[in-house]
C-alpha cells in the first residue's frame, strides 16, 4: 500500500475489556514498531519485529500488552482488561530494514472509561 | 538510556516569519529524524539526519553529531506549518528504538 495503515482510528473501551488494534506495514518493510503517546507527549516505544520475530518487548508497560506479526506482515497489538492510564494513541511505523527511516500511521485513539 | 531535549516547547510565530527548533541529545546517535505531527494527529517524516546538513523546500536541517545537536530551520512559515515538531534519535550501542523528544508546539497565526 501507499503508506502504514491502522484500525480502528478510534476505540472506547469500558474498563476491563480486551482490545486488539491492528497495523498494515508498507508492503515489503521488514521491520515493524509500535509507540504509545500519551496527551501532550512524545512517542514511546513499546515493541519491535523483524519479519515475524519479535526482537524487543522491552517498551511494553505490563503483561497484560501483547503484540505479534505471525506471518511477518500484518501486526496486532492486544491490550488485555484495559485500564484507564491504557487510554492513548497508539502509533504504528514501518522501517524497510532494522532501524533505518521509519514511517509512521496515523495511529488508533484508545479511550478506556 | 539516550536523553532528547527540544527547545523552545512552545512557539507562535506570525505567517512569514523564520525559525529554528533545536534537538540535544545525550549520547552518540545512529539514527536522528524530525516528524511533524499535524492537528490530525499524523507523524510525518521530514528528514532522516544523523548528520550533516539536509534542505528541502522551505525546511532545512543540520546535525552536528559530535557537538549532539540538530537544528531544523523553517522559513517563510505557513498556517498548514502549525503542529508539534518532534526530534527523535537511535542510540548507536547496537539495535535501540527511536526516543522521542517532547516536542516543539508550533502556532502559526495569519
Known amino acids: 500500500g501507499a503508506g502504514v495503515s491502522q484500525s480502528p482510528r478510534y476505540k472506547v473501551a469500558k474498563r476491563g475489556q480486551d482490545v486488539a488494534l491492528r497495523c498494515d506495514p508498507i508492503?515489503?518493510?521488514?521491520?515493524l514498531f509500535w509507540y504509545q503517546q500519551a496527551l501532550g507527549q512524545g512517542p514511546e516505544f513499546l515493541t519491535y519485529f523483524q519479519n515475524e520475530a519479535q526482537l524487543d518487548k522491552s517498551g511494553l508497560p505490563s503483561d497484560r500488552f501483547f503484540a505479534e506479526r505471525p506471518e511477518g506482515s500484518v501486526s496486532t497489538l492486544k491490550i488485555q482488561r484495559t485500564q484507564q492510564e491504557d487510554s492513548a494513541v497508539y502509533l504504528c511505523?514501518?522501517?524497510?530494514?532494522?532501524?533505518?527511516?521509519?514511517?509512521f500511521g496515523p495511529g488508533t485513539r484508545l479511550l478506556v472509561l | 538510556g539516550i536523553q532528547v531535549e527540544q527547545s523552545p516547547p512552545d512557539l507562535i510565530l506570525q505567517e512569514g516569519a523564520n525559525s529554528t527548533l533545536r534537538c540535544n541529545f545525550s549520547d552518540s546517535v545512529n539514527n536522528l529524524q524530525w516528524f511533524h505531527q499535524n492537528p490530525w494527529g499524523q507523524l510525518i517524516n521530514l528528514f532522516y539526519i544523523p548528520s550533516g546538513t539536509k534542505q528541502n523546500g522551505r525546511l532545512s536541517a543540520t546535525t552536528v553529531a559530535t557537538e549532539r545537536y540538530s537544528l531544523l530551520y523553517i522559513s517563510s512559515s505557513q498556517t498548514t506549518d502549525s503542529g508539534v515538531y518532534f526530534c527523535a534519535v537511535e542510540g548507536n550501542s547496537g539495535n535501540t528504538p527511536l526516543v522521542f523528544g517532547k516536542g516543539t508546539r508550533l502556532s502559526v497565526i495569519a
Open positions: 508492503s515489503g518493510h521488514v521491520s
Open positions: 511505523a514501518s522501517s524497510l530494514e532494522g532501524f533505518g527511516t521509519q514511517y
